[in-house]
């Protein structure tokens, strides 16, 4: 399934927690790449590095410390006081979400 998500990549397999791939590059060139991966995520080829796809929407302007991993959405999040919450959601990577209060929403 991952391999057909990633159409830039060729030799591609998963061990132990681990993603490898040779993917292309701008240049049309290929680069070995490997990413720790739950086999949910969603990946994409970014110049010839794997980078996981985060859900959509305003939520990134206000949020640090963010990782996503097997449809879970872990962020600090700013609140409208200006203090920082620690916030998780499970999200699809075509959810769009907001930041509401240190809280996420999905809109």
Do not use: C, M
Request: zero cysteines.
């Amino acid at each position: 399934y991952i391999h057909r998500r990633i159409k830039t990549a060729k030799d591609v397999h998963y061990d132990q927690g681990t993603l490898h791939a040779n993917l292309r590059k701008i240049n049309g060139q290929y680069q070995k790449s490997t990413i720790k991966a739950d086999v949910s995520d969603v990946l994409e080829n970014i110049n010839g590095s794997f980078r996981a796809q985060v859900p959509g929407g305003s939520w990134k302007q206000s949020a640090a410390d963010i990782t996503y991993s097997g449809g879970i959405l872990k962020a600090r999040l700013r609140t409208r006081n200006g203090q920082w919450k620690s916030a998780e959601i499970k999200a699809s990577p075509n959810s769009t979400l907001a930041n509401i209060d240190g809280e996420f929403k999905i809109q």
